[in-house]
């Protein structure tokens, strides 16, 4: 595709309920990486894979959260058992390699309730 | 551990002035230095990517400028207008990106 694609753009989730949130990063991008925005404040970086490798999950806030690319293309962030602070919008971003310009989703946003 | 700080948090100023918005960053290892637009409830719109090998880039009205030694960016905006009322985040991209808190910029009309 010509751009980062998330899905979906909006979801609702009832506390406690799993989710899963995709990312279809730039055809051949190498790179792909997952942030979150909480409201206000800047993306704080959760996950970042290169291919099918994940090489820093340092960013995940909790076990409740895994992400993974299994075949280096398309990327999964799955979230366990909501909280409502996981409320937020979740922004996938790829690049060719780890040090060129990345390009960004225009995000999924979560709302627990 | 790469931090990144924006000042100020929040900027208004009248239209058809010049400004400058700054991000400073604490380690100086860094591939690439990139300046995002961020509208209210939108994704990011790159405005600018400086590599570390370089010193400044301009698009348009948009000049950013980056001392790797110093751990410094700046972002000039000429002539603002009031669609240039956004939030602005700098992001500096070492081993992951990092981002700073943004800068929150109102052009009044």
């Known amino acids: 595709g010509a751009g980062v694609s998330q899905s979906p753009r909006y979801k609702v989730a009832k506390r406690g309920q799993d989710v899963a949130l995709r990312c279809d990063p730039i055809?051949?991008?190498?790179?792909l990486f997952w942030y979150q925005q909480a409201l206000g404040q800047g993306p704080e970086f959760l996950t970042y894979?290169?291919?099918?490798?994940?090489?820093?999950k340092s960013g995940l806030p909790s076990d409740r959260f895994f992400a993974e690319r299994p075949e280096g293309s398309v990327s999964t962030l799955k979230i366990q058992r909501t909280q409502q602070e996981d409320s937020a919008v979740y922004l996938c971003?790829?690049?060719?390699?780890?040090?060129?310009?990345?390009?960004f989703g225009q995000g999924t946003r979560l709302t627990v309730v | 551990k790469q931090e990144v700080t924006q000042i100020p948090a929040a900027l208004s100023v009248p239209e058809g002035e010049n400004l400058v918005l700054n991000c400073s960053f604490t380690?100086?290892?860094?591939?690439?230095l990139q300046w995002f637009r961020q509208d209210p409830g939108k994704g990011l719109t790159s405005l600018l990517l400086?590599?570390?090998?370089?010193r400044e880039q301009t698009s348009g009205r948009l000049n950013a400028s980056l001392d790797k030694s110093s751990g410094r960016s700046t972002l000039y905006i000429a002539a603002s207008q009031p669609g240039d009322s956004a939030t602005y985040l700098c992001?500096?991209?070492?081993?992951?990106?990092?981002f700073g808190k943004g800068t929150r910029l109102h052009i009044l009309p």
């Open positions: 971003a790829s690049s060719f390699t780890g040090n060129t310009e990345a390009f």
């Open positions: 055809s051949g991008h190498v790179s």
């Open positions: 894979f290169q291919n099918e490798a994940q090489l820093d």
């Open positions: 380690d100086s290892a860094i591939y690439n």
């Open positions: 400086i590599q570390s090998s370089q």
């Open positions: 992001a500096v991209e070492g081993d992951k990106i990092i």
